[in-house]
C-alpha cells in the first residue's frame, strides 16, 4: 500500500562535490515555518513508529501521521517524499537503538551483543521484522551496526580474508533474519488465532502421538521426547552460539 507520493528516491542538489542526488539522511531539514506546530524528519519518523508499532506498516497513512502530529498532510512532504524514505528513516531510528550495545574488547561479545539487541528491537517493534532481508539499509546509524558487526567478525578465527568476511556476515545475518522473523510470526499467530504454541501442541497431541506410536517416525520422536524445550530467548542464543561455532571456525573447503 502506497502512503506517500511515488517520486524518486533521491534528490538532486547542488553540493560542494558538484550536483548530485542526496538520500535522505543528507538532505537539509526544510525551513522552519511560521506554524503553530514545528515538525522535523526526527519527529515525523518516531510518529510514524508509533503508529506501525500499533497497526503495523499496512496501518500507515500519511492522514494518521499527520494526525498524530497535528499537522496537514502535505506538510509531510517537504520531508519525505515517498514511503522508502519515510522507511528509511524508522528503520535507522531502530539501528540506533542497536547501535548503542557498542562494541566489547572481544570480537564474540560484540557480535552476541549486537545480535541480542536486534532480536529485542525486533520484538519491540514488529514491523522492523518485515523489513530484514530485502534492499540494504544504508543509514547512518545501520552503517554503524554494519561496521560493528563486520569489524569484529574479521577478528574471528578462521576469517582469513575479505571472501571469508563476506560468506561469515552472510551466513550469520542468515540466521539472524530466520530466527527473529520465526519468532514474530509465531507471536502473530499467536495473537491472530488465540492459541499460543503450547495450546497448539496441545490440540495436537493425541493425533502426533499416534503417529509416532506408529514408529515411522523415530526420530522426530527422539526429538518431541527427548529435545531441550528452550524458551525462545534461550534458543535464540544457542543457536546463534552454534551457528557462530560452525562458521568462524576451522579450514573451510
Not at 10 to 20: F, R, S
Not at 101 to 124: F, K, M, N, P, Y
Not at 133 to 158: I, K, Y
Not at 226 to 238: C, I, K, Q
Amino acid at each position: 500500500m502506497r502512503i506517500l507520493a511515488p517520486l524518486p528516491y533521491t534528490v538532486l542538489m547542488d553540493t560542494p562535490y558538484g550536483n548530485e542526488t542526496l538520500p535522505v539522511w543528507e538532505r537539509p531539514e526544510p525551513q522552519p515555518r511560521a506554524a503553530p506546530v514545528s515538525l522535523s524528519r526526527e519527529k515525523i519518523a518516531a510518529a510514524a513508529i508509533r503508529l506501525a508499532d500499533v497497526h503495523g506498516l499496512d496501518g500507515l497513512s500519511v492522514r494518521k501521521i499527520a494526525k498524530e502530529l497535528g499537522v496537514g498532510p502535505m506538510r509531510l512532504y517537504d520531508y519525505v517524499i515517498n514511503r522508502s524514505e519515510l522507511l528509511d528513516l524508522m528503520v535507522d531510528v531502530i539501528y540506533a537503538r542497536i547501535a548503542e550495545v557498542g562494541r566489547h574488547s572481544a570480537w564474540r561479545a560484540t557480535v552476541l551483543a549486537i545480535a541480542h539487541a536486534t532480536r529485542e528491537a525486533a520484538l519491540d517493534h514488529e514491523w522492523f521484522s518485515d523489513l530484514l532481508g530485502g534492499r540494504p539499509h544504508l543509514g547512518p546509524h545501520a552503517l554503524a551496526v554494519g561496521e560493528a558487526t563486520a569489524a569484529a567478525l574479521s577478528q574471528a578465527p578462521g576469517v582469513r580474508g575479505i571472501d571469508d568476511l563476506q560468506r561469515t556476515l552472510g551466513a550469520l545475518n542468515s540466521f539472524i533474519i530466520g530466527a527473529i522473523r520465526r519468532e514474530v510470526t509465531e507471536r502473530r499467530t499467536t495473537r491472530s488465532t488465540g492459541t499460543d504454541e503450547a495450546g497448539f501442541q496441545a490440540s495436537l497431541g493425541p493425533y502426533l502421538t499416534r503417529m509416532l506410536d506408529t514408529g515411522r517416525y523415530p526420530t522426530v520422536a527422539r526429538l518431541v521426547i527427548d529435545g531441550a524445550h528452550l524458551n525462545a530467548e534461550e534458543t535464540f542464543h544457542h543457536n546463534l552460539t552454534t551457528v557462530l561455532d560452525g562458521i568462524t571456525s576451522g579450514p573451510r573447503t
